[in-house]
């Protein structure tokens, strides 16, 4: 089990990034936009660098719904393959099967 700081961390960082993604969105738009001005873009670029660093959606960690662990996530369940092997074993996850020979 993930330390529940590291999980809290990374659910304020989602909650801050959704928040934030209009406003970055636009800025980032304006900075790479050829035609606009060199002092117009360098000035989106300054309000760019003047927002939060955890409001980028890129600082935000695919996380195991169920153990949070942060490492060997598949996005197509949501788990850590941990949970994926224990899962599949039981049954639990329609149409996976854990293979023997």
Same mark, same amino acid.
């Given at each position: 089990m993930a330390k529940t700081s590291s *999980?809290?961390?990374?659910?304020k960082r989602a909650k801050m990034?959704?928040?934030?993604?209009?406003?970055?969105q636009k800025l980032k738009?304006? *900075?790479?936009?050829?035609?606009?001005?060199?002092?117009?873009?360098f000035q989106a670029t300054?309000?760019?660098?003047?927002l939060p660093r955890n409001s980028a959606k890129i600082r935000f960690r695919?996380?195991?719904?169920v153990t949070? /662990?942060? /490492?060997?996530?598949y996005r197509k369940?949501? *788990?850590? /393959? *941990?949970?994926?092997r224990d899962m599949a074993s039981f049954g639990e996850i329609p149409g996976l099967v854990k293979s023997s020979w």
């Open positions: *999980v809290f961390k990374n659910l990034a959704e928040k934030f993604a209009n406003r970055r738009n304006i *900075v790479m936009d050829k035609n606009a001005s060199p002092e117009e873009r300054l309000k760019l660098a003047e695919n996380r195991c719904k949070g /662990r942060s /490492r060997s996530y369940f949501g *788990v850590s /393959r *941990v949970e994926l």
